[in-house]
């Protein structure tokens, strides 16, 4: 069973790349890379061919480090969370691994929406991880 991670081009989303990869390694399996772009007038051609030219490089640091890896770059106008979900669900994830970013005190009170939906409606564990620093 595949390992699902969200990868957005933050040190959060890298954070959660290297630990899905790890997991990989560790446990024998595929990654399945998630890249979730609402899309329509939010992603134009420039940014989709950017987008493009970063997954192209992850698939090959991926392949590089020895982790069998499908990068999906997904445009549905969906939420990342219901993304990473349905993705999950399709294949049967053993994991889902979502990168967490530093909170203010105030917003420590409030978990980022997609990250909660991920940990409440996931329907397999999931690994949170904090970039360094």
């Known amino acids: 069973m595949p390992i699902v991670v969200g990868y957005v081009s933050t040190a959060e989303g890298r ?8 997991e990989c390694r560790l446990r024998g399996t595929n990654l399945i890379v998630i890249n979730s772009n609402r899309g329509g007038k939010h992603l134009d051609t420039v940014e989709a061919a950017d987008y493009e030219r970063e997954l192209d490089a992850i698939r090959a640091e991926l392949a590089e480090a020895g982790v069998s890896a499908e990068v999906r770059q997904l445009v549905r106008g969906l939420e990342p969370a219901e993304d990473l979900i349905a993705v999950a669900e399709e294949t049967e994830a053993d994991v889902i691994v979502i990168g967490l970013r530093r909170r203010s005190p105030v917003g420590k009170l409030i978990l980022g929406s ?20």
């Not at 954070?15 to 790890?22: D, E, K, P």
């Not at 939906?117 to 329907?123: E, M, N, Y």
């Open 15 to 22: 954070a959660a790349l290297q630990a899905a990869a790890r």
């Open 114 to 133: 997609n990250a909660q939906r991920v940990l409440l409606d996931a329907p397999c564990p999931v690994l949170a991880v904090k970039a360094e620093g």
